[in-house]
């Protein structure tokens, strides 16, 4: 007696929520490999399309925060580095606790969409959340 656990509505053989924890652990490469890969399962799809949206917004925010240190903060003496390190610490709790929030939403089957991030993202990208 075998029991399968692959889902037959997947391209991937994976349970769903299976394929969701592993986007949102490796949000933006996963749910960009997820994304071409499958086609079937809608809920795979969406955490997909969350992954990117999350990963990418991680990237753009960290790049934009290094030029405004770099550019900015950087040459206020000793207030600037501190408000720069302050600014790092907030973003990066922020960050990590929405990742941690994804993960557990992802592994435990549920459809949820990262506070702000998702709304933002589908308005500059509408045919990809589509």
Known sequence: MSTSSSNP???TG???NIAAGLIAIFTLLG???FYFVEKKDQFVRHWAVQGIFF???WIVV???LGI???LILMH???LGWLLSALLHFVLWIGFV???IMGIIKAFQGQRWEYPFISEQCKKLFPKLAA
Do not use: A, K, Q, R
């Open 55 to 57: 990963g990418g917004t």
């Open 9 to 11: 509505n997947s391209d």
């Open 14 to 16: 994976l349970p769903s």
């Open 62 to 64: 960290w790049i934009v």
């Open 76 to 78: 206020i003496p000793f």
């Open 68 to 70: 405004f240190h770099s």
């Open 31 to 33: 749910g960009i490999i």
């Open 97 to 99: 606790v929405l990742w």
